[in-house]
């Protein structure tokens, strides 16, 4: 599950839509729907205000040598 799935489910859980986050962060609600289908990856600092509006944090999990291996190998 990539960053546009993760955010599409959070703001179903939420009910919270793209136009609202768009103009609650001040970006477009063009990019918004970009990064739900995909299209594009967010800065850290575009992540961070989407997932504040939301109510949720950016959270970085250490991952050990043999879950990336595996990660590798699945690609």
Not at 10 to 36: A, D, F, H, N, P
């Given at each position: 599950?990539?960053?546009?799935?993760?955010?599409?489910?959070?703001?179903?859980?939420?009910?919270?839509?793209?136009?609202?986050?768009?103009?609650?962060?001040?970006?477009?609600?063009?990019?918004?729907?970009?990064?739900?289908?995909?299209?594009?990856?967010?800065?850290?600092?575009?992540?961070?205000?989407?997932?504040?509006?939301?109510?949720?944090?950016?959270?970085?999990?250490?991952?050990?040598?043999?879950?990336?291996?595996?990660k590798k190998w699945r690609s």
């Amino acid at each position: 599950m990539d960053i546009g799935d993760k955010l599409k489910v959070i703001m179903e859980k939420e009910g919270v839509t793209g136009y609202r986050i768009s103009k609650e962060v001040g970006i477009e609600q063009t990019y918004i729907s970009r990064l739900i289908h995909g299209k594009v990856n967010p800065t850290y600092s575009s992540l961070k205000r989407i997932l504040d509006v939301l109510g949720y944090q950016v959270c970085f999990k250490k991952i050990s040598k043999e879950e990336r291996r595996m990660k590798k190998w699945r690609s």
